[in-house]
């Protein structure tokens, strides 16, 4: 029997690990994406970001994620918006912060599709912000907690963090 390089076993339970880290968490519990729903339409009926929601429509972004794109989304939940320190998300959704949030939402979208199997051979990507981010199993310092929810203009990938941009 020929031995499985080591590389291989790593990747291979890198891989494992993401699956059934996905699969603990229920993006939707007993609802299915609808093909033609959008990024935003799918995070919306999702119920678990509502705060990334209030954020793109305070940013003036809903209409950029509703288009044709394709886009890769790392779409951080209502929990991770909740770590940021307190009054965070209530000072950048003012008037007078919106560059700032655009910023700092933009950072999490990058044009493309990004499917999971390629994140395990990407480390970065430039985010439409204009930033590179790291990309692998982690995004920066969050942690993709469930991959590949598709949307007719692209792909979600839930983060357990808010990215923020240098």
């Known amino acids: 029997m020929e031995a499985i390089p080591m590389k291989t076993i790593v990747k291979s339970t890198l891989v494992l690990a993401l699956i059934f880290s996905t699969a603990a968490f229920s993006f939707a519990p007993n609802q299915t994406t ?7 339409d ?5 119920g678990s970001f509502n705060t990334l929601a209030a954020a793109l429509q305070a940013a003036g972004l809903v209409e950029t994620l509703k288009s044709d794109g394709p886009f890769t989304v790392f779409a ?3 929990e991770a918006f909740a770590k940021l320190p307190e009054g965070t998300v ?4 003012k008037p007078e912060n ?6 700092i939402l933009t950072y999490h ?4 599709k990004i499917m999971s199997s390629d994140l395990l051979s990407t480390t970065s990507a430039p985010t439409v912000n204009g930033q590179s981010a790291p990309i692998g199993l982690r995004v920066g310092n969050a942690n993709v907690i469930q991959a590949d929810i598709d949307a007719s203009n692209g792909v979600i990938h839930v983060v357990d963090t808010v ?3 240098e």
């Open 34 to 40: 609808n093909p033609e729903d959008d990024i935003v």
């Open 42 to 46: 799918v995070a919306v009926k999702a």
């Open 76 to 78: 951080p939940t209502d």
């Open 90 to 93: 209530e000072t950048l959704l």
């Open 98 to 103: 919106k560059d700032q949030l655009i910023a």
């Open 109 to 112: 979208v990058v044009s493309g």
């Open 163 to 165: 990215l923020l941009p």
